[in-house]
């Protein structure tokens, strides 16, 4: 039987929205996921924001600037992904805005971790409930990397991601997932940016939680970052991360309850050692020497002190490392007793901290 006009566009209608239904939204999804190619400078790992995110619509933002590239990812029910990538290249140059996401510094939960597996890089998070965590990696790129625009070598990048997916960070097998879109993104940038690194795996299999404030332990005691830091009157705890290579590394020193906060020991590599000297050399309103002029010295008037290592092919900057006593506005000046403990504290800090990263001995005061 002849199928008249009408039942062919009728059937020709059902073949349409069969093909909505079906190929079509392959297509939209192909669609979206070429949205997702071109964010963030072309960097952007898109196979690992869809693992971790999921295959629905994904609205995308995007922004680049000098020496940044960033994009946000939103997928339904608030899961998203916020990604920074930064060429380091420049960090610390007189005048030059700072572009590096803030790291390892305390978080709503203590002391961010390394993230290991072959990462130079920190994992920090905030409340338990929150489902918030984020990842910052730091590549160091070889002489032979690609050119930047000033005709100099890409020395480094750094990556950063704030993922959100609502779950809890206590359980080990969700961590993972926080990790993922950072170092799928920091393979595709050193690839973008020609730049020469050894990368860490691919796939992060298990992660720490950061340190919290009620966990800290004696100071003979630890094993990590404040290994071997000897102890005074006054001076008996600390809280500490792992030492597994991030770029910047943390020692809180206190007394034999930790009720009162006494030092803060830091070590930083690459551009944030850059970053650091930057900040002395913008802020300095006389003319002693600060970290940067000088590979060692005195802070100020207190029991603060600085060294300094070389770190061959850390983005041909020095190591930085420093201690700050902690105290109130009107605590009294230092004794000797104390400045020479900082020194000793400093100098057993930084000899540890060179030695794990690769670096010379270091410079101390």
């Given at each position: 039987m002849a199928l008249t006009r009408k039942r062919t566009v009728g059937i020709a209608a059902v073949a349409a929205a069969a093909l909505l239904a079906g190929g079509g939204v392959f297509w939209l999804y192909g669609q979206n996921d070429r949205e997702l190619a071109r964010a963030c400078g072309g960097m952007l790992a898109v196979a690992d924001v869809r693992a971790v995110l999921g295959d629905g619509r994904l609205d995308v933002e995007t922004d680049s600037g000098t020496d940044r590239d960033s994009c946000e990812v939103t997928a339904e029910g608030g899961r998203s992904a916020r990604v920074e990538i930064v060429d380091a290249t420049r960090t610390g140059e007189p005048g030059r805005r700072d572009p590096l996401p803030d790291l390892g510094g305390p978080s709503a939960r203590g002391l961010a971790v390394p993230v290991g597996s072959g990462w130079s890089g920190l994992f920090a998070a905030g409340d338990d409930e929150d489902g918030k965590a984020t990842v910052t990696l730091s590549l160091t790129c070889a002489r032979s990397s690609a050119k930047t625009a000033t005709g100099k070598p890409v020395t480094g990048l750094v990556v950063s991601v704030r993922t959100e997916l609502g779950t809890t960070l206590d359980d080990p097998a969700d961590r993972p997932a926080y990790t993922r879109i950072a170092t799928g993104t920091a393979a595709k940038a050193a690839d973008a940016y020609g730049c020469q690194t050894r990368l860490g795996a691919p796939r992060i299999r298990t992660v720490g939680l950061p340190v919290t404030w009620e966990e800290y332990e004696p100071l003979t005691g630890t094993t990590g970052t404040?290994?071997?830091?000897?102890?005074?009157?006054?001076?008996?705890?600390?809280?500490?991360?792992?030492?597994?290579?991030?770029p910047v590394e943390r020692c809180l020193l206190g007394d034999d309850d930790?009720?009162?906060?006494?030092?803060?020991?830091?070590?930083?590599?690459?551009?944030?050692?850059?970053?650091?000297?930057?900040?002395?050399?913008?802020?300095?309103?006389?003319?002693?020497?600060?970290?940067?002029?000088?590979?060692?010295?005195?802070?100020?008037?207190?029991?603060?002190?600085?060294?300094?290592?070389?770190?061959?092919?850390?983005?041909?900057e020095r190591a930085l490392f420093l201690i700050q006593r902690t105290h109130p506005r009107d605590a009294p000046r230092p004794t000797e007793a104390e400045q020479a403990y900082a020194r000793q504290a400093l100098r057993a800090f930084a000899e540890r901290a060179a030695t794990a990263h690769g670096c010379a001995a270091p410079t101390t005061p």
């Amino acid at each position: 039987m002849a199928l008249t006009r009408k039942r062919t566009v009728g059937i020709a209608a059902v073949a349409a929205a069969a093909l909505l239904a079906g190929g079509g939204v392959f297509w939209l999804y192909g669609q979206n996921d070429r949205e997702l190619a071109r964010a963030c400078g072309g960097m952007l790992a898109v196979a690992d924001v869809r693992a971790v995110l999921g295959d629905g619509r994904l609205d995308v933002e995007t922004d680049s600037g000098t020496d940044r590239d960033s994009c946000e990812v939103t997928a339904e029910g608030g899961r998203s992904a916020r990604v920074e990538i930064v060429d380091a290249t420049r960090t610390g140059e007189p005048g030059r805005r700072d572009p590096l996401p803030d790291l390892g510094g305390p978080s709503a939960r203590g002391l961010a971790v390394p993230v290991g597996s072959g990462w130079s890089g920190l994992f920090a998070a905030g409340d338990d409930e929150d489902g918030k965590a984020t990842v910052t990696l730091s590549l160091t790129c070889a002489r032979s990397s690609a050119k930047t625009a000033t005709g100099k070598p890409v020395t480094g990048l750094v990556v950063s991601v704030r993922t959100e997916l609502g779950t809890t960070l206590d359980d080990p097998a969700d961590r993972p997932a926080y990790t993922r879109i950072a170092t799928g993104t920091a393979a595709k940038a050193a690839d973008a940016y020609g730049c020469q690194t050894r990368l860490g795996a691919p796939r992060i299999r298990t992660v720490g939680l950061p340190v919290t404030w009620e966990e800290y332990e004696p100071l003979t005691g630890t094993t990590g970052t404040c290994a071997g830091v000897p102890t005074a009157p006054g001076v008996t705890t600390a809280r500490e991360t792992a030492r597994a290579g991030a770029p910047v590394e943390r020692c809180l020193l206190g007394d034999d309850d930790y009720a009162d906060e006494r030092y803060t020991l830091q070590a930083l590599f690459g551009p944030y050692a850059a970053r650091e000297r930057a900040y002395y050399a913008e802020r300095r309103y006389d003319s002693a020497p600060t970290p940067a002029d000088a590979p060692k010295g005195r802070l100020n008037d207190d029991a603060d002190y600085w060294a300094s290592a070389a770190c061959p092919g850390d983005g041909r900057e020095r190591a930085l490392f420093l201690i700050q006593r902690t105290h109130p506005r009107d605590a009294p000046r230092p004794t000797e007793a104390e400045q020479a403990y900082a020194r000793q504290a400093l100098r057993a800090f930084a000899e540890r901290a060179a030695t794990a990263h690769g670096c010379a001995a270091p410079t101390t005061p």
